[in-house]
């Protein structure tokens, strides 16, 4: 996606946030089910997207079409969608696919953390390895004449053993919609949409030297105050710190390290 369209996606996954409601794979479920409406219907696509008329008018087009259809939480974010500017045209129906994944990866977050986070990555990427090393099972996926419900079966079962709702509703998707790649491939995909969120959970700590049990609980205990929730601490020794410590959640970064500070004090003096 273009810089444009990033941005855009970044406020549709805001209004996400806000409209989740309980059961965000239901929720998910919906915005697949609206992609797939606006990747058959070329008029409906390019009212949603036309940069000729007002954001006003393209969420207009978007509540008469879909009003009264779906609920409220996914109408607030196709509108959304709609308002937004998109550089190319399918990157609208792009985005509302990345937001239904991540929906299911909200749902996984409330069910249990970077756990069950850690669940649905690799009930995909079993699948993903199961298909990449099988023929046979790449042509069973590509089989046009299945139906849609056998497809679906079948995506499950090379999952392995998959008991989280949210990897099957995942691989449901990609045995049957690959929206112009292989279902492999979107996997892949939807895997670095939920790693993305999965980072937001786990504090890497880098160190000068290694901490012990009283201090690594004291921090545990300071920034899942810090963040509101349960971090996973990643924690590696590097003596080239000299001292203090850095960490980082997502894109956040504490950096309290003695070699950070020299260095801004010789900047600084240059």
Do not use: C
């Not at 941005?7 to 805001?14: H, R």
């Not at 996926?141 to 999952?159: F, I, M, N, Q, Y």
């Not at 920034?223 to 710190?241: A, M």
């Amino acid at each position: 996606m273009s810089a444009v369209s990033t941005e855009s996606l970044n406020k549709v996954e805001q209004v996400l946030a806000a409209h989740a409601g309980q059961n965000p794979t239901d929720l998910a479920a919906e915005l697949f089910a609206i992609v797939d409406v606006i990747d058959t219907n070329g008029g409906f696509r390019r009212g949603l997207t036309d940069p000729s008329r007002q954001a006003a008018q393209r969420a207009g087009i978007a509540r008469s079409v879909l009003g009264g259809k779906i609920s409220d939480n996914a109408l607030a974010i196709v509108t959304a969608a709609a308002e937004a500017r998109w550089s190319a045209e399918r990157d609208l129906a792009d985005a509302l696919e990345k937001t239904a994944v991540s929906a299911v990866a909200l749902s996984a977050e409330k069910r249990g953390g970077i756990d069950a986070l850690e669940q649905t990555v690799n009930e995909l990427l079993t699948f993903i390895n199961t298909v990449d090393a099988s023929a046979k099972a790449q042509a069973a996926l590509a089989d046009t004449r299945a139906s849609k419900e056998a497809l679906k079966k079948l995506a499950v079962s090379l999952g392995g053993k998959v008991s989280s709702e949210e990897g099957r509703l995942l691989l449901e998707r990609v045995g049957t919609v690959a929206r112009g790649t292989t279902a492999a491939r979107l996997a892949n995909e939807f895997v670095e949409i939920i790693v993305k969120r999965q980072n937001k959970w786990i504090a890497r700590v880098v160190t000068a030297r290694p901490l012990t049990a009283g201090q690594t609980a004291k921090l545990q205990s300071s920034l899942n105050k810090t963040y509101g929730k349960e971090l996973k601490l990643d924690i590696t020794v590097d003596s080239t710190l000299l001292g203090g410590l850095r960490v980082q959640v997502g894109d956040e970064v504490i950096d309290g390290t003695l070699s950070t500070r020299l260095a801004d004090l010789s900047r600084a003096f240059a």
